[in-house]
């Protein structure tokens, strides 16, 4: 197990895949796997990155390991039923094409064993309803790299809130957002980077 | 003094009588808005800031015969698919991005050319061939403005891009994975930029080149730091940007700046250690980078060039005055020419953006040798103040 969370942290593609297949022939349940081996990778990932011991590219390298690895065991989880408790909607609102920042969220998420439902980018407010309705989500978490399109997190609150998802939090970050911002526009919670969104969602989804 | 005059007095800390009063530009829209807001018609935004600058009454930064140390020939421009109201278009660098057609200021990388070595050498490797003519000016015409020391406008050479262009060219992500899958190959691209950087250089120097400043673009970073560790940075690029700084020295040119946004804290040691002395356009973000504090920090080593809030051009007057307050010990101080973080927003009214020039011509350049700066549009907003002088 630590050896795989190794190889995710240093984003050891070959490794983690090699070191999944190998617990699951000494027969470790997945989910084990998942929780004991690479979420604790991810996590340390995201506290690495939040105090710049490492950068986005060793971000993504890890999270491309622990995608790899994943895909080996998703389908034996959803064949168990196992399916992660929460679920939260993600995408860049509508008018930003920005996606970097919002899949590192969502990565890092995943890491921690939450479901993403990533609805890309250019989300309509329309969408974003409509997912929550399909997914039965939690969280909604709204990416905004422009300071025109933070104005579109806004509408998409709003747009929530009207269509009676009063108890569904939402997230918001993004290079020109702060917690004001948040504060101003009624959003839930608000975090500058990936790991810190990971500590609010589940702040938010406990609290 | 002149443009240049004044540029170089005040990089090398040497007394002048002022200290250039400059802007790095408006967004289109901007000015859009402040037509009706008064701002004559013949002023238009974007990337030129020639009528802006006019208008504006801004000094130089920039100019003199330049080489072209990029993509060359750059790729054809091709619409390649209609999408209706979008169209994908190969770009000059061979992106293509999809665009919303009649409003090209966005888009949207969706393939890129470089993926592999062999993507590389095929349509990359032969554009950085230093031997292509369209890369230099007519010799004679440029030997004559580096010649004349009353040129008036800094003599500023480009210096191209170490990781902006390949980030560009490959995408965040993917060139990400290549320094970690392939560092061989990205060391490779990485001279080969600055092979071609140094030779084009040399021969504008073989040529009689005197140059001022050397300007480069990277764009690497954003919010949370730089978008490469320090660590990549330091072994792969800081030994390439020696290359281009120690030849630029050689040769007199002692200023070279580096255009980043985002939140350059972590680069400007290696940048540095690499000779760029000077770091352009210092965004003060929601990461509140800070002039000020970079002077107390790294001294007179590290000239800037921006870091103006142009948030604060939004808000409050008072604000504004206090902030070019604020930066004034370190403009009179010199290595520093104070302009706006970036290009000027469209919730900046032009009154507000009015009030902050008069009062940094008031304050930071104390109303000496000032160019003439434009009234608003009274009767005849087409008129232009050059065909009225000329
Ligand atoms: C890369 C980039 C691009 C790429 C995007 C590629 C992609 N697939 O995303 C391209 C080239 C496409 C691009 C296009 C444009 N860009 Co751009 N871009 C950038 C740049 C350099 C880096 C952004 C980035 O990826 N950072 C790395 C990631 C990891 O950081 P991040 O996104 O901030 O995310 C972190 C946190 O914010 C947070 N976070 C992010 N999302 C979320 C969501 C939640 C829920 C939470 C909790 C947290 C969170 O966690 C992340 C990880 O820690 C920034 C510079 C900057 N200062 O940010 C400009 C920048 C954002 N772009 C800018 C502009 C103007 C544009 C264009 C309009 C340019 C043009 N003329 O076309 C277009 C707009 C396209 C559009 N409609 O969206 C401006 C915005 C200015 C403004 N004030 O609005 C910036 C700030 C540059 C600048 N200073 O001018 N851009």
Redesign the interface.
Known sequence: MQQLTEAVEM?NLTDAKRLTDELLKAGKAPLEIVEQGLSPGMANVGEKFKS?Q?????M??AA?AMKEAMSHLEPLLVRAGITPKYTVILGTVQGD?HD??KNLVGMLLKGANIRVVDLG?NVTPDQFVAAVKEHNASIVGLSALL?TTMLAMKTTIKALRAAGYDSVKVLIGG????AQFAEEIGADGYA??AASAVDMAKKLVTA | MNDRQRFNATMHYQWRDRVPICDLGFWAETINVWKQQGLPGWVSGGYDTTTTDEFFGMDAYIGGPNVNVGLCPPFEHLVIEDRGDHELVQQPDGVQVLRKKYMGS?F?PERHLLVDRASWQKHYKPRLDPDTPSRYPDWDEARRCWQNSDYPRPRVISGGSLYGWLRDWMG??Q???L??DDPALFEEVVTTITDCIVEVHQRAFDNGAQIDACAMWEDMC????????PE?FRKYLVPQYQRITEQLRRHGCDVVWVDSEGNIE?LIAPWLEAGVNCVFHVEV??WRQDPVDLRRRYGRDLLMMGGFDKQLLAGGKNRIEAEIQRLAPIVDEGGYIPFCDHRV?P?VTMSNYMFYLHTARDVWAKQVNLKPFGALATSDPVRSPTASDT
């Open positions: 984003g710049n490492i950068f986005v590219p060793e993504l390298i491309r094409l970097i920042g980018i300071t290079a020109p957002v702060t500058p980077d | 966005t949207h965040c992500e060139i990400s994975y320094v970690h954003y919010s949370g730091g730089p978008l490469l560790s990549t972590q973000g929601t927003p919730d």
